[in-house]
């Protein structure tokens, strides 16, 4: 009777860890048959969140289930990450992800922390692509490289980020090594919390997608600097704001925004998944909400993510 009680026992933990570990459906030919939910491991109002709730509309349209767009927050999208490992493939759980997680992360301090790699993911798709700015306090009427570098001389500059080890950390790291200046990192779980810091004038410096700086730049409370591209942008909120490629500085590249399976998920999903997406990202409504966001559409295909976490890391490495 013991016996009998204790494999009782043993096989109802063996269920509530399956069940904890995600749903998933044995026959993927029918995939999926329920809700399919959407992890955005960032802050709610930012720009990947905002992109998965947009895209999510479409879920019975595209996918014949609803998707549930949701967010899991920590650690610059790190705690997320690693959740996301208990999912078995083919379940009914995606995550977000990008270069920040999973070539910067790796290549700072406390990377041996990570309880998580590139390889423990399949990518399906990318959304989006995506510049960041550096804006300033417009007090300071700091509107270029120059002016920065000037000011900077004998300061210790505040900018204000998105976690320690994301993608705008690890920027404004290596713009000041390029301009020689010193720099102290204000982190935030947001970059629109870093943003309003900059504006209250808690720090002078603020990194951020352009979309999000947009309704500071626009109401003078901020002034852009650099754009973290080859080449500079110029629309109807940053006007001639170069890029720091122009610069002579090699230290950027553009934000990529992936959609990501557990690793071992089944090709048909993949396609699934990969084929709805697509699907959404053409359309018209979309591309222009893309638009109005300052992001571009880019659904790279895995060989294009791949190559993009590599040469991202290979940036990193180049300019520790």
Not at 11 to 40: F, H, Q, R, Y
Not at 138 to 151: E, P, R, S, V
Not at 161 to 173: D, I, R
Request: aromatic content about 8%.
């Amino acid at each position: 009777m013991k016996k009998a009680v204790v494999l009782l026992l043993i096989v109802l933990c063996m269920l509530g860890t399956l069940s904890a570990a995600g749903k998933t459906e044995t026959n993927l030919d029918s995939w999926p048959t329920e809700p399919v939910t959407v992890i955005c491991p960032w802050a709610v109002g930012g720009v990947a969140d905002v992109v998965n709730r947009k895209a999510a509309t479409y879920g019975v349209e595209v996918l014949g289930q609803p998707i549930l767009a949701t967010n899991e927050l920590g650690a610059g999208g790190n705690v997320a990450l690693t959740n996301y490992l208990k999912n078995q493939p083919n379940s009914y759980n995606l995550i977000f992800g990008g270069e920040g997680a999973f070539s910067i992360a790796p290549n700072v301090d406390g990377a041996d922390a990570l309880q998580f790699t590139y390889a423990d993911y399949e990518p399906i798709i990318n959304l989006y692509s995506s510049i960041f700015v550096l804006t300033s306090d417009a007090k300071l009427n700091i509107k270029d490289l120059d002016a920065l570098k000037a000011y900077a001389q004998g300061k210790k500059l505040k900018v204000a980020v998105n976690g320690v080890a994301g993608s705008e950390a690890f920027l404004a790291k290596a713009l000041a090594k390029d301009l020689g200046i010193t720099l102290e990192l204000v982190s935030y779980n947001g970059a629109n919390l870093a943003l309003d810091a900059a504006s209250k004038g808690e720090t002078a410096f603020a990194i951020s997608h352009q979309s999000q700086a947009r309704g500071s730049v626009e109401a003078g409370i901020l002034n852009p600097v650099v754009v973290f591209d080859e080449k500079g942008v110029n629309n109807e909120v940053f006007k001639n704001v170069k890029g720091v490629g122009e610069y002579g500085y090699t230290a950027y590249f553009r934000n990529r925004c992936f959609i990501l399976a557990r690793k071992g998920t089944d090709q048909k999903v993949v396609d699934k998944v990969r084929n709805a997406y697509l699907t959404i990202l053409a359309k018209p409504e979309m591309i222009d909400f893309l638009a109005t966001m300052m992001i571009e559409v880019d659904p790279m295909d895995k060989a294009s993510m791949d190559k993009h976490v590599t040469s991202v890391a290979a940036i990193v490495k180049a300019n520790q």
